[in-house]
Nanobody, 119 residues
Framework: QLVESGGGLVQAGGSLRLSCAASGRTFSTFDMGWFRQTPGKERDLIAA????????SYAESVKGRFTISRDNAKNTLYLQMNSLKPEDTALYYCAAKFWSREWTSVNYWGQGTQVTVSS
């Protein structure tokens, strides 16, 4: 089970940190990612970290502004979001997949947390 927190309303240029708490003892064996979705659009992968943390990737739209990290000892995934823009407004989801799968085959989803950036 994945539970996100940390969403909210922030002004453009501000920062937020999302957290995703995972239950279970196998968190460290899953690749973890953050997706976001706006109404009428597909859910897009914006940041991902491999199960050991050695491989990290970002979508171009967030590169240089967002930082993904994980703490396997705390079973927690983070997304530090800086220099937020109104176009970052979305429902943000935490996701986990087994290391051998692609991100089109997510094993677990969180319930989502809303991020709203005002101009």
């Amino acid at each position: 089970q994945l539970v996100e927190s940390g969403g909210g309303l922030v002004q453009a240029g501000g920062s937020l940190r999302l957290s995703c708490a995972a239950s279970g003892r196998t968190f460290s064996t899953f690749d973890m990612g953050w997706f976001r979705q706006t109404p009428g659009k597909e859910r897009d992968l914006i940041a991902a970290v491999s199960w050991r943390g050695g491989s990290i990737s970002y979508a171009e739209s967030v590169k240089g502004r967002f930082t993904i990290s994980r703490d396997n000892a705390k079973n927690t995934l983070y997304l530090q979001m800086n220099s937020l823009k109104p176009e970052d407004t979305a429902l943000y989801y935490c996701a986990a997949k087994f290391w051998s799968r692609e991100w089109t085959s997510v094993n677990y989803w969180g319930q989502g947390t809303q991020v709203t950036v005002s101009s």
